[in-house]
T-cell receptor, first 113, second 114 residues
Framework: DGGITQSPKYLFRKEGQNVTLSCEQN?????MYWYRQDPGQGLRLIYY???????QKGDIAEGYSVSREKKESFPLTVTSAQKNPTAFYLC????????????FGQGTRLTVV | GDSVTQMEGPVTLSEEAFLTINCTYT??????LFWYVQYPGEGLQLLLK?????DKGSNKGFEATYRKETTSFHLEKGSVQVSDSAVYFC?????????????FGTGTRLTIIP
């Protein structure tokens, strides 16, 4: 079955450490996205990519980095520069050049202690 | 820029009550409109969609009609169940290569009481 896989589901890290969240899709989508969700709040766009080896900053890119070396993969690194990294992170993908829906992974809950 | 305004929550209803969650949007051109649902601790699932004016999206008893004249896409269900308790997000997307990200509303938390 096609879909988006995020791993791990739960992640704990010590303050000051970088951490990388995985996102893989087998839907053959060109576009991929990372969103952050805080308790009781909506989604905020961190980064998005519409083609391999290219990506753009979203609304809250500071303290995060991404890469897009393969069409299927869009890992997100939460760096030590991110002031408040504890949150729920969602990855999504979609077809480019249409106004069709995006498909979401199950999310990664990151807790920094 | 594009924006989506959603009814503030939380919304609490009794089982079998009628549900309406309001959603209005601002966008140029002809966006597609979506309702997503998020259950606790999970990602977003597409609930329904509409791609052009006057289209009605429907799924699992939920409906929403794309009203271009009022720039609205209100979510309705005639008789809610406890299992409908979740957070609901209204969203839009325009086909515009280079800038096609989804624009979301802030979400509405729905709780159904038995």
């Amino acid at each position: 079955d096609g879909g988006i896989t995020q791993s791990p589901k739960y992640l704990f890290r010590k303050e000051g450490q970088n951490v990388t969240l995985s996102c893989e899709q087998n839907l053959n989508h060109d576009a991929m996205y990372w969103y952050r969700q805080d308790p009781g709040q909506g989604l905020r766009l961190i980064y998005y990519s519409q083609i391999v080896n290219d990506f753009q900053k979203g609304d809250i890119a500071e303290g995060y980095s991404v890469s897009r070396e393969k069409k299927e993969s869009f890992p997100l690194t939460v760096t030590s520069a991110q002031k408040n990294p504890t949150a729920f992170y969602l990855c999504a993908s979609s077809i480019v050049g249409t106004n069709t829906e995006a498909f979401f992974g199950q999310g990664t809950r990151l807790t920094v202690v | 820029g594009d924006s989506v305004t959603q009814m503030e929550g939380p919304v609490t209803l009794s089982e079998e009550a009628f549900l309406t969650i309001n959603c209005t949007y601002t966008a140029t051109g002809y966006p597609s409109l979506f309702w997503y649902v998020q259950y606790p601790g999970e990602g977003l699932q597409l609930l329904l969609k509409a791609t052009k004016a006057d289209d009605k999206g429907s799924n699992k008893g939920f409906e929403a009609t794309y009203r271009k004249e009022t720039t609205s896409f209100h979510l309705e269900k005639g008789s809610v169940q406890v299992s409908d308790s979740a957070v609901y997000f209204c969203a839009l997307r325009r086909a515009n290569f280079g800038n096609e990200k989804l624009t979301f509303g802030t979400g509405t938390r729905l709780t159904i009481i038995p």
